[in-house]
């Protein structure tokens, strides 16, 4: 079965640092990759995705990914974080083997920005 | 808008009570899912949809059920068979076929006492 592993559980960086949030994935083929975001009691976001192509995706809010196919990696980036950027974020695997479509989530990494 | 409402935000019932969550789309989608979010654990898959009338289990349908009778519309029953049902649930929708994003509703808080 398909999984997510996001090994950073909290993270805390200073308003206007870079910031990498990482995530692994274990697929049998290149799958179809995912960033979503999560604020407090909220529903989720898509920030971007990744299904071929170029490897560095671009997505909203100054956030990029990339997907390197030899790490099984498909980390976050931001150049520099704003306060608003706290919140939970998630790395998703679509099942691309079948056309259910359903998705493998992490298990999240919290975000804290301090000012 | 086009989106996805779930309704109500936040809902407590008593143990024992079966209780229903809501899940509407306008957003003419195909698919629906539910999931289950409880604090680090990320999000669990209860149910998906794919057509109206058919519905597969998830990861965690136990003590769950769902109907799908329309497109727009995946309701999903906490029945009292769910032994831990206190969590934060999100119903999501996406287009048929590959390549494409499932996009999620705002969630209901269900508290069981």
């Known amino acids: 079965a398909q999984s997510v592993t996001q090994p950073d559980i909290h993270i805390t960086v200073s308003e206007g640092a870079s910031l990498e949030l990482r995530c692994n994935y274990s697929?049998?083929?290149?799958?179809?990759l995912f960033w979503y975001v999560q604020s407090p009691g909220q529903g989720l976001q898509l920030l971007l995705k990744y299904f071929s192509g170029d490897t560095l995706v671009q997505g909203i809010k100054g956030f990029e990914a990339e997907f390197k196919r030899s790490q099984s990696s498909f980390n976050l980036r931001k150049p520099s974080v704003h306060w608003s950027d706290a919140a939970e974020y998630f790395c998703a695997v679509d099942d691309r083997g079948s056309t259910l479509g359903r998705l493998y989530f992490g298990r999240g990494t919290q975000l804290t920005v301090w000012p | 808008d086009g989106g996805i409402t779930q309704s109500p935000k936040y809902l407590f019932r008593k143990e024992g009570q079966n209780v229903t969550l809501s899940c509407e789309q306008n957003?003419?989608?195909?698919?629906m899912y539910w999931y289950r979010q409880d604090p680090g654990q990320g999000l669990r898959l209860i149910y998906y949809?794919?057509?109206?009338?058919?519905?597969q289990k998830g990861d965690i349908a136990e003590g769950y059920s769902v109907s799908r009778e329309k497109k727009e519309s995946f309701p999903l029953t906490v029945t009292s068979a769910q032994k831990n049902p206190t969590a934060f649930y999100l119903c999501a929708s996406r287009l048929a076929g590959s390549s494409y994003e499932q996009y999620f509703g705002p969630g209901t808080r269900l508290t069981v006492t």
């Open positions: 697929y049998g083929a290149t799958p179809y």
């Open positions: 957003l003419n989608h195909d698919a």
């Open positions: 949809s794919q057509i109206v009338n058919d519905f």
